[in-house]
């Protein structure tokens, strides 16, 4: 048996190649990428591509489908929604104030391109349980061809690169009440609540987000855009860190941040939303309060920050979970389950 995979998956009989990028035109790529996968009992590739890949990787596994169709495809992170987020930027769409909502724009069309995706032998891997039953019926892919794979910590690396750079004199940030916490990034997260939950909050709350933010904020917060050293620096500097998601968004989102610093021991307190109870267990390895209630998720950020013992028994349980069960090898071993299983029921 042999499977080919663009992504590292672990395995004898598994054989790594990245599809070429760079100066090779995408029918060139395609090409080299079908000639080397013709040998192949199953493929596995990646669902999460981008404009600036045209797609390939999808546009691979359609093709491959066709051509074998008694072979295996195994498309990893499909992390779809409808409508373009590219194209709203190129448009200058507006943004609402704190949250990041759907792409406005090419929804329809989103939904035909995805569509070209139904083949019995296509299967697609989504990130948590609330995607594995809502995916089929909203994308029209089989149940049975829709697997769940929970994610893995995939910027811890570049985290601890930048927790090692810090001065010794930052290393012990986050002791007292005073404690820094942190909430960052743009995709599917909603500060509204954290924004009116801050003024209860003990400490100094500071959100990096290129998301609009209101021009009033509270005394304890600071919020606005950031360049990339100064979010890690943020990240690895914090003992809470905070991720309000969008709790009704159709895909999750939001695992490589609480993941990230789960791996590094931080304490995070991460509301009700897609995904969320798949890679954090309530009062174990984090803080898991109800969506959309300021007061429950003020109480929880306290009780983080003014408890070390909290801190440090979550902090210790979380760091272990993911090495365990959010490690790369984790998570590439799922994907190579389901592909395995697939060629030998075949």
Request: neutral net charge; contains cysteine; proline residues 7%.
């Amino acid at each position: 048996m042999q499977i080919l995979s663009t992504s590292t998956v672990p395995g004898d009989d598994v054989v790594h190649h990245r599809m070429a990028s760079g100066g090779r035109s995408l029918r060139g790529r395609l090409s080299a990428w079908l000639e080397r996968a013709k040998d192949a009992d199953a493929v596995v590739l990646s669902g999460s591509v981008s404009i600036g890949t045209r797609y390939d990787q999808l546009i691979a596994a359609r093709t491959f489908a066709s051509r074998y169709p008694d072979r295996p495809v195994v498309l990893a992170d499909c992390t779809w929604e409808p409508g373009s987020r590219a194209f709203d930027r190129l448009l200058r769409a507006e943004r609402p104030v704190a949250v990041d909502r759907p792409a406005r724009h090419l929804r329809r069309t989103t939904k035909l391109a995805i569509g070209r995706l139904r083949a019995p032998n296509i299967h697609c891997c989504v990130l948590s349980s609330e995607e594995g039953r809502a995916f089929p019926g909203f994308w029209g892919i089989d149940p049975a061809n829709v697997h769940v794979t929970p994610y893995w910590a995939s910027n811890l690396g570049a985290l601890q690169a930048a927790r090692d750079a810090l001065p010794a004199a930052g290393a012990g940030a986050g002791e007292g009440t005073d404690a820094l916490v942190f909430a960052g990034g743009d995709s599917l997260r909603d500060y509204r609540p954290l924004l009116e939950a801050a003024e209860a909050v003990r400490g100094t709350v500071r959100i990096a987000t290129r998301l609009p933010v209101p021009d009033r904020l509270p005394a304890n917060v600071i919020a606005g855009p950031v360049s990339g050293e100064e979010f890690l620096r943020l990240a690895v500097s914090t003992a809470v860190a905070v991720v309000p998601l969008v709790p009704d968004a159709l895909r999750s989102g939001g695992q490589k941040t609480y993941l990230g610093a789960m791996g590094l021991g931080q304490t995070v307190v991460v509301p009700e939303a897609p995904g969320v109870l798949d890679h954090v267990r309530p009062d174990v390895t984090g803080l898991v309060p109800p969506a959309d209630d300021p007061a429950a998720l003020a109480d929880a950020i306290n009780a983080a920050v003014s408890d070390a013992d909290l801190r440090a028994r979550l902090g210790e349980a979380a760091q272990a979970d993911v090495a365990e069960r959010f490690s790369p090898q984790a998570y590439g071993e799922r994907l190579y389950g389901i592909a395995r299983k697939l060629v030998q029921g075949a």
